[in-house]
């Protein structure tokens, strides 16, 4: 069964992350790949995630596809304009790859090659229309192709953005503009997450709510502070603090454990998209804690 | 206006070493307001060159240094001064720049400043961008706040997920351009003009080398 028959199935689907590596050496991410093999219904694979260099996502994307995985993949506006963009999409269609995920991009500002001139000709929700026209038999101009793909094509919001109607508004865009699932930011309120679903579960659409695993208070202190649309709970973060530093980690593992277990016993969405962030070895643990294997 | 910075001076002198004297071209509109082309720092340029030795054999701020016709008839009363020097500091913008070029084929010609960017003055010295010359104007749909200068990622759909309590995932110093948007036109009871998805934007619109003639045609 594959990611988007499950998900239109109703079945509770979970999702992992893949981070290709900055250089040619891929054992440890072929390791990580082989400890989630038959476990994951898709893997997402990052696109030069934080603007930081690394190997394209559509090359790990085939090779994860090979290995068995299905992957997701990810595409940003950030490095390639309308021309590049498509003509990858096509490439990835005739390589076997089903889904993509449609992203604007981190800035290069956030990564490792801040003199880099950003692309972004398009945006996240015209990637999405993109997709849609070759879905259709043609490009975005309207010209036909010969052969048009077949993508089951998402998108990523941030249910705890601040402030959140204009997110809100782009949600709606993005769904208009043909995205079938969404893959949210890490939430940790899961009383927040479920007024957001309602909201949600009025289109036709797939949510799968992003789990970050919390590693250590420190690392939730730091999301507070930095990242956009994080907010930890103070009660969350103290909960990891009380469990001593040897079992920071057990700690978050529990808590991703039990957000996932509410998610799927009260159906509050439709799966979830870990995200274990240099710890892709736990996702096992994660998954196994939260009754899902 | 267009925004300039003046180069380091160091900089400037590395790529004008060769030469001994200078003829300095200054203009009386935005490098003036700026501070990089006005009768102030032509003087200081001035002194600046002679303290290193160097030689202005003259100097002149012209009425508008992007108008080249113009510029060209202020400039015949120093036709002794121009031929006297070994090259001109143009201290304008880049526009500027090539207008000297263009009237002086046979000199070599510098640029002083950095052309930045086309702004407005909102305090004395202080710049903000406010217009990328896209080619097709799209503030009637945007509030009157352009998304393509004001957001770093020229976003027209709504702020992406990096926006953050207003900010800009680039750095606190910038205000979200969609939180902006948004905000304004919620208050203007306008958030319609931003509710259907915009296409890709034309930019066939900018293609460059861009020219135009604002001639009335004859009618024939
Ligand atoms: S949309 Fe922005 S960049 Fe384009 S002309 Fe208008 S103000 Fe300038
Ligand atoms: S935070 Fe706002 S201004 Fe900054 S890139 Fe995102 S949408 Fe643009």
Same mark, same amino acid.
């Given at each position: ?21 900055? %250089? ?15 476990? $994951?219904?898709?893997? /997402?694979?990052? +696109? ?60 290069? /500002? ?46 990523? *919001?941030?249910?705890?953005? /601040? ?23 890490? =939430? ?16 036709? *659409?797939?949510? $799968? ?19 956009? %649309? ?7 973060? +103290? ?46 643990? *994660? ?7 | 206006? =267009? ?33 990089? %082309?006005? +009768? ?102 945007? %509030? ?36 902006? =948007? ?39």
């Amino acid at each position: 069964m594959s990611f988007r028959n499950n998900l239109e199935s109703g079945a509770f689907v979970v999702t992992a992350e893949i981070g290709p590596p900055k %250089g040619t050496d891929i054992k440890d991410m072929l390791h990580h790949a082989k400890m989630l093999k038959g476990k $994951l219904d898709a893997v /997402n694979v990052t +696109d030069n995630q934080s603007a930081v260099m690394r190997i394209c996502s559509l090359a790990i994307s085939k090779l994860l596809l090979d290995m068995g995985h299905e992957p997701i993949l990810q595409m940003t506006c950030r490095d390639r304009n309308r021309i590049g963009l498509q003509s990858d999409l096509l490439g990835a269609s005739v390589l076997g790859i089903k889904n993509v995920l449609c992203m604007t991009g981190d800035h290069p /500002n956030a990564g490792d090659h801040k003199e880099a001139k950003p692309v972004y000709d398009v945006e996240s929700v015209q990637l999405l229309g993109i997709v849609d026209s070759l879905n259709k038999g043609t490009d975005m101009m309207g010209n036909e192709m010969k052969g048009g793909t077949d993508f089951f094509q998402g998108a990523v *919001v941030t249910p705890e953005s /601040n402030p959140i109607e204009p997110q809100l508004m782009k949600f709606e865009k993005k769904v208009s503009a043909g995205a079938l699932f969404f893959q949210t930011q890490a =939430i940790y309120d899961i009383k927040k997450f479920t007024d957001f679903m309602k909201f949600a579960k009025s289109f036709p *659409v797939k949510i $799968l709510a992003g789990i970050v695993l919390l590693k250590s208070a420190g690392m939730a202190n730091y999301m507070n502070k930095f990242v956009p %649309g994080i907010n930890v709970p103070q009660d969350l973060i +103290d909960e990891i603090k009380n469990a001593g530093k040897e079992n920071a980690l057990d700690a978050g593992i529990n808590i991703a454990a039990r957000h996932i277990r509410q998610l799927r016993d009260d159906k509050i969405c439709d799966g979830v998209h870990i995200m274990a962030i240099g710890a892709e070895d736990k996702v096992p643990l *994660v998954m196994e804690r939260a009754g899902l294997l | 206006m =267009i925004i300039t910075k003046k180069r380091d001076f160091k900089e400037l002198m590395g790529n004008i070493k060769n030469y001994k004297s200078f003829f300095l071209l200054g203009c009386s509109e935005c490098a003036t307001l700026c501070g990089t %082309g006005g +009768d102030p720092e032509i003087k200081s340029m001035k002194e600046a060159l002679e303290a290193e030795g160097k030689n202005v054999t003259g100097s002149f701020v012209a009425k508008t240094g992007c108008q080249v016709l113009g510029t060209k008839v202020e400039l015949k009363p120093f036709k002794d001064a121009i031929s006297e020097s070994d090259c001109i500091l143009v201290m304008s913008c880049g526009a500027g720049t090539q207008t000297t070029v263009e009237l002086f084929e046979d000199k070599p010609v510098y640029p002083t400043n950095d052309s930045m960017f086309l702004g407005n003055m909102t305090r004395m010295q202080i710049f903000d961008e406010r217009c990328s010359l896209c080619g097709k104007c799209i503030l009637d749909k945007t %509030g009157g706040i352009c998304p393509i200068t004001a957001c770093p990622k020229g976003l027209l759909n709504g702020p992406c997920g990096g926006t953050n309590d207003g900010k800009c995932e680039i750095g606190p110093e910038i205000e979200c351009a969609w939180v902006r =948007i948004y905000n304004r036109l919620k208050r203007i009871d306008k958030l319609e003009d931003i509710k259907n998805t915009a296409e890709p934007k034309d930019w066939s619109a900018h293609k460059k080398p861009m020219s135009l003639s604002a001639r009335e045609k004859k009618s024939s």
